[in-house]
């Protein structure tokens, strides 16, 4: 019963992070609708920042977090204005801003490992011990707890945001149609920028997160694309609910898919659950966005 | 000199995985990073039968591309029907079990530790144990894959691929079964990138799973881009310059470590730039879009 309970602990705690990754990823997605490889680095660039912010420079955790964030959510930016807006200019196959964000992804790794090294770090502070919970005969962490909390906060944040804001609509708008969009006065390039703000914000919160979790290393990214995508193509890519519920379901597949094995085959489990959606049910739990 | 052959047979390798992959990537357009994995399958069925069973080297090779191979020929089937972006998602993630294969399946690959001690290759007693035989072996494979890769794109067969790559509907509509085509394209470049990882294998002498990894595939995939989609020579002008690099860097004095990640650095910017200025690569015939 306790290993039972301590499963399903594991696979909210995985699912809320995960979900966290998705948001951001479907919010860019929804307006891009490409594949872009990138994202899991920028939320490495969030984990990063919080290193270089508090642990490098002691800056206190409620400054340093924010700063961190922000961070991220620049370089998500500048990955579309000084490239992303480019490619859509000269109206390039998604192909091209695939391939583009692949090597985006390669820089910003690379980039990460020159400046801090390739090793494992600890972001969490190592002379206070994070403290530990029971609950309902399972143990939970205080950054697990934030993380779901979070994970919340950013769903209904985002609920927020998407419909009830101009910005929300504008966002909704190009989703349907870029054309169409310009041509009733969108500033569809402004809004494209603004939107990979806020899904690289929300990657480099969870990578926060999880780096709280589980420590950091410059190659992370890789993993974090693949939660977030894998979330979201189960869930119906593009749809923000849908990727939570993929989010969850994914979390829960892993964790009781190594149940009785070896936990090194977790990764493998995630993928096998995306093959085995992309060939019955390719549009995902709820129906994503049309892709172009 | 010694450094030379060094830089040569690696070179060699990089090729015939470029070239391979330019089957798949720049004549079918079917995006795949999992090219690594193919190598790693070639490399680790030497590894395996000539450490632990004392097989001849030949008999590895062989062994290698039945198995990689076939394993293309499953993977092909089961991410048949994606589109062409959940494709890449989809090879990535194939590379990422065979990569969980190499380091958890102890018993066989010895996990991450990986396989010291592989021998090199001996044929009708002539022993290719110095560097400079080993080139030579290398660069007779090497021009082998070129002209069987020549001979591929300009049959019939391989004006199909480049329909397929074009307007895939279309070419299916005069009846031609594009599925078959592209299975075939795939387990042939995951072929010549076993007998690949087998020559890496022997040259190294030392094999371990990080040699096969989704970056390793990622970084096949952007000699081909670089080189020129749809286009041989560019591969292996892709492969020259992606070999030289490295060693250029090193010698501009920077450690073994920082080389290697501004190394990844510099094939990271120079995948964005040539997608922002030249899509076609260097000299590729195909234009990404």
Same mark, same amino acid.
């Given at each position: 019963m306790g290993i039972l309970n301590q499963l399903v602990m594991n696979a909210i705690i995985a699912g809320a992070a995960y979900a966290i990754l998705a948001l951001g990823f479907n919010v860019i997605f929804g307006i891009t609708k490409f594949l872009n490889m990138a994202y899991g680095a920028v939320a490495v660039v969030g984990a990063y920042g919080v290193f270089l912010f508090c642990r490098l420079n002691s800056l206190p955790l409620w400054l340093g977090i924010p700063l961190a964030i922000i961070a991220a959510g620049i370089v998500s930016y500048l990955s579309d204005v000084l490239v992303f807006r480019k490619l859509r200019r000269r109206k390039a196959t998604s192909l091209v801003h +695939?391939?583009?964000?692949?090597?985006?992804?390669?820089?910003?790794?690379?980039?990460?490992?020159?400046?801090?090294?390739?090793?494992?770090?600890?972001?969490?502070?190592?002379?206070?011990?994070?403290? +530990?919970?029971? +609950?309902?005969?399972?143990?939970?962490?205080? @950054?697990?707890?934030?993380?779901?909390?979070?994970?919340l906060a950013v769903l209904f944040g985002l609920t927020l945001v998407l419909k009830k804001s101009a910005f929300g609509r504008a966002i909704r708008a190009i989703s349907d149609d870029e054309e169409v969009s310009k041509i009733i006065g969108i500033n569809t390039d402004r809004i494209i920028s603004i939107t990979f703000f806020l899904g690289g914000a929300i990657a480099g919160l969870a990578g926060i997160l999880v780096g709280f979790d589980i420590g950091i290393f410059p190659t992370m990214g890789l993993i974090f694309l693949l939660e977030a995508a894998i979330a979201s193509i189960i869930?119906?890519?593009?749809? +923000?609910?849908?990727? @939570?519920?993929?989010?969850?379901l994914l979390a829960f597949a892993e964790n009781f898919g190594v149940w009785k094995i070896n936990t090194v085959w977790k990764p493998s489990v995630g993928i096998g659950l995306l093959v085995l959606f992309l060939i019955f049910r390719p549009q995902g739990i709820l129906r994503g966005v049309s892709k172009k | 000199m010694p450094y030379l052959i060094h830089i040569l047979i690696l070179f060699c390798i990089y090729a015939i995985l470029a070239l391979g992959l330019n089957l798949v990537v720049g004549y079918t357009g079917l995006v795949s990073i999992m090219h690594a994995a193919f190598f790693?399958?070639?490399?680790?069925?030497?590894?395996?039968?000539?450490?632990?069973?004392?097989?001849?080297?030949?008999?590895?090779?062989?062994?290698?591309?039945?198995?990689?191979?076939?394993?293309?020929?499953?993977?092909?089937?089961?991410?048949?029907?994606?589109?062409?972006?959940?494709?890449? $998602?989809?090879?990535?993630?194939?590379?990422?079990?065979?990569?969980?294969?190499?380091?958890?399946?102890?018993?066989?690959?010895?996990? %991450?530790?990986?396989? %010291?001690?592989? %021998?090199?290759?001996? $044929?009708?007693?002539?022993?290719?144990?110095?560097?400079?035989q080993f080139l030579f072996l290398c660069f007779l494979v090497l021009v082998a894959v070129y002209f069987l890769c020549r001979f591929i794109v300009r049959s019939?067969?391989?004006?199909?691929?480049?329909?397929?790559?074009?307007?895939?509907?279309?070419?299916?509509?005069?009846?031609?079964?594009?599925?078959?085509?592209? $299975?075939?394209?795939?387990?042939?470049?995951?072929?010549?990138?076993?007998?690949?990882?087998?020559?890496?294998?022997?040259?190294?002498?030392?094999?371990?799973?990080?040699?096969?990894?989704?970056?390793?595939?990622?970084?096949?995939?952007?000699?081909?881009? =670089?080189?020129?989609?749809?286009?041989?020579?560019?591969?292996?002008?892709?492969? =020259?310059? *992606?070999?030289? *690099? %490295?060693?250029? $860097?090193?010698?501009?004095?920077?450690?073994?470590?920082?080389?290697a990640q501004m190394r990844q650095l510099v094939y990271g910017l120079l995948l964005v730039l040539l997608m922002l200025y030249r899509p076609q690569g260097f000299i590729g015939e195909y234009k990404l879009g």
């Open positions: +695939v391939v583009a964000s692949l090597g985006l992804m390669f820089l910003l790794q690379a980039a990460i490992a020159i400046f801090f090294t390739s090793q494992y770090q600890s972001l969490a502070d190592q002379n206070s011990p994070a403290s +530990v919970y029971a +609950v309902a005969g399972t143990f939970i962490t205080s @950054v697990q707890i934030i993380t779901v909390i979070t994970a869930g119906g890519i593009g749809n +923000v609910y849908g990727g @939570v519920l993929g989010a969850f | 790693g399958v070639g490399a680790y069925a030497t590894a395996i039968l000539t450490v632990d069973y004392h097989a001849n080297f030949f008999l590895s090779v062989f062994v290698g591309m039945v198995v990689a191979g076939a394993l293309a020929y499953l993977t092909g089937r089961i991410l048949r029907g994606l589109s062409w972006d959940y494709y890449v $998602l989809g090879t990535v993630g194939v590379n990422l079990i065979l990569f969980g294969i190499f380091t958890n399946w102890g018993s066989l690959t010895r996990g %991450p530790l990986g396989i %010291p001690g592989i %021998p090199r290759p001996v $044929l009708f007693g002539i022993h290719f144990a110095t560097n400079g019939s067969f391989g004006r199909v691929l480049k329909a397929i790559r074009g307007d895939e509907k279309a070419i299916a509509i005069f009846g031609y079964h594009t599925l078959h085509y592209k $299975l075939a394209v795939f387990s042939i470049a995951a072929i010549f990138a076993a007998v690949a990882g087998s020559l890496f294998a022997s040259y190294l002498t030392f094999i371990a799973p990080s040699s096969f990894d989704v970056m390793a595939s990622a970084f096949i995939f952007s000699i081909v881009i =670089l080189g020129g989609a749809a286009n041989l020579n560019g591969s292996l002008v892709g492969a =020259l310059v *992606l070999t030289i *690099l %490295p060693e250029a $860097l090193r010698f501009i004095g920077f450690s073994e470590d920082i080389a």
